[in-house]
Structure formats: C-alpha cells, structure tokens
C-alpha cells in the first residue's frame, strides 16, 4: 500500500447497522466523554497522543484501555485485519498505548456561518510524542477515520498540498498558508474508512451553516515499528 503526499485511501468497512451499534455504545458511555477546547461541543472518547501526549498519555490509556477494548473488541479486530491485508507485516495493538477512540460533535443549527476549516488545519505529527525513536523510523505513519455517525449535511475532510518540508519553509505558519491556498475536500461517507499519512496539511472538513446533528468518528493512527505495524491513537 502506497501512502504519501495527498492520498487517502478509502473503502467500505462497517455497515450502517454496525456503525448504529458503536454510535450506541458510544453514547452508553457519555460519562467517560472528555469535554475538549474547541467549538461544537467537541468531545473525545479515548486518550489520543496529539490531545495527551504531552501530559499523563500512558497512565490515561491504561486506566481507559481495558473499557475500550471490551467495548469495541469487534471493530478493533476489524481495524487490525483490514490494515493486515493492506500493509506488509504485522498489524498490532500494544497495551501502553491508547486504542483508537472516537471524535464527538453536536451542531445544533444556530453555530456559526462561517466555519473555516482552515482555523483548524494541522499536521498528525503526535506520533513523536509517544514512540521516543522516532527518527529512525522512515516508513509514513498512517491516520485513519471512519464516520459512524454524520450530522445533517455529512462530513468531509480537508487537504492542503503542504507537507513537512514546505512547513518549515513557511517557519510553521501553516494556518496562514491554509487560508490563503485552495484545498481538496474528501468526502466521507458513512462506515467507509479513510487513510493518509497524516502529514498533508488537513482539517475536519466544513460546517455547513444550519448543520444540526452528531458527527462521531473513530480515530487512530498506525506506525511502523520493528516488530510490525502499532495501532493506537
Ligand atoms: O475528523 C476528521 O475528519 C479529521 C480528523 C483529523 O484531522 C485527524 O485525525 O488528524
């Protein structure tokens, strides 16, 4: 599988009955939600390196790992043969590191008209964070998404062409750089899952104004390591 500059892969991986049953589950555990700085009432389900990563990332996938996993066995085990039937070698989860968890939005109709996806366009550089080698690994690391749950007018992702290089000729003013250049936008669609290498300048994609509803996605990452392929997020 070929990853690299601008290209996602996508493909069908839940049904939307499957996609129903996690949304379910999701919404069971309300109370583990972790409000997050942000609009549209985002929230997260799970422990993610580029929101953790600087503070307790290993004592909070510990403690939250054990729920996660026998929560969502089924569709981890899914994620974990479909990235073995597309990568080469082993594809695995390791207990120190946090299971992919999920994006929680609410748009209630009366946000903003002016969502700029811009304003949040980044790079999925939290892989540094977490595996202290990783300098010496030169394989791309992956980011992956699968809405389970789209709001009134769906969801889409948003991509610059900007990699690392050009963000450290542009001495990191990567935002200023997303809203002045055209971008790509990736539709999603229920139950499909999108990868990158996470190292495009990207976004959550626009908020039409009038969206209402729940935008939930699961999230994760794979990096290359010696002993194969690590899921985690
Ligand atoms: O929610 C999305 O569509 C994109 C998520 C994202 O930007 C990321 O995982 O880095």
């Given amino acids: 599988m070929e990853f690299g500059p ?5 493909d069908d991986f839940l049904t939307p009955a499957e996609c129903a049953e996690i949304s379910r589950k999701v919404l069971s555990l309300e109370k583990h939600w972790e409000p997050r700085l942000g609009p549209y009432r985002f929230a997260t389900l799970g422990c993610a390196a580029y929101l953790d990563g600087e503070g307790d990332y290993g004592e909070k996938a510990a ?12 569709t981890y085990e899914k994620v974990r ?3 073995e039937s597309i990568l080469e070698g082993e594809v695995y989860y390791d207990e120190a590191y ?18 700029r996806p811009a304003d949040r366009a980044h790079f999925d550089y939290q892989f540094a964070k977490v595996f202290p080698n990783f300098a010496s690994t ?11 749950e789209e709001p009134s007018t ?7 062409e900007l990699r690392p290089e050009g963000h450290a000729e542009l001495g990191y003013e990567h935002k200023e750089y997303a809203h002045s250049t055209p971008s790509k936008t990736v539709p999603y669609a229920l139950g499909r899952i999108f990868s990158h ?29 010696e002993r194969g392929w690590q899921l985690y997020w």
């Fill in 6 to 10: 601008g290209i996602v892969q996508a």
């Fill in 197 to 225: 290498d996470g190292l495009n300048l990207h976004a959550m994609g626009q908020i039409p104004a009038g969206t209402t509803g729940r935008r939930m996605t699961l999230q994760g990452h794979a990096f290359r390591t």
């Fill in 98 to 115: 946090a299971y992919p968890g999920f994006h929680l939005f609410h748009f209630d109709g009366q946000e903003i008209s002016r969502d």
């Fill in 63 to 74: 403690a939250l790992n054990e729920l996660m996993r026998d929560t969502f066995q089924e």
């Fill in 81 to 83: 043969i479909y990235f």
């Fill in 154 to 160: 769906g969801s889409s992702l948003e991509m610059w």
């Fill in 138 to 148: 030169t394989a791309l690391p992956i980011t992956f998404t699968i809405p389970v």
